[in-house]
């Protein structure tokens, strides 16, 4: 089980970006949990959205600005940023859960917002 964040970049405050999620390794369905998650410098990973049992979750700061999506003949689950703030610079994960231990977070991408 792989997933691999991408599309990542600079970006002024007000800004958007679409990152991407690439899935290999096993069945990418309708069933299947993906989270998105970041780390700021100094501080724990935290969740942003998260799609489960039909249910898209985001967080307070995500909500109304960031919408996760999929695709899943391409394997690949999306998170479009909108209007987004310095205080989203972070790097970016993501993962076949919502919350919970995880060993393979990979790289990240890393999302920098200029003021």
């Known amino acids: 089980v792989q997933l691999q964040a991408s599309g990542g970049g600079l970006v002024q405050a007000g800004g958007s970006l679409r990152l991407s999620c690439a899935a290999s390794?096993?069945?990418?369905?309708?069933?299947?949990?993906i989270g998105w998650f970041r780390q700021a410098p100094g501080k724990e990973r935290e969740g942003v959205s998260c799609f489960s049992d039909g249910t898209t979750y985001y967080s307070t700061s995500a909500k109304g600005r960031f919408t996760l999506s999929r695709d899943n003949a391409k394997r690949t689950a999306y998170l479009q940023m909108n209007n987004l703030k310095p205080e989203d610079t972070a790097v970016y994960y993501c993962a076949p859960l919502c919350a919970g231990k995880y060993d393979h977070w990979g790289q990240g991408t890393l999302v920098t917002v200029s003021s």
């Open positions: 390794g096993f069945t990418f369905d309708d069933d299947q949990v």
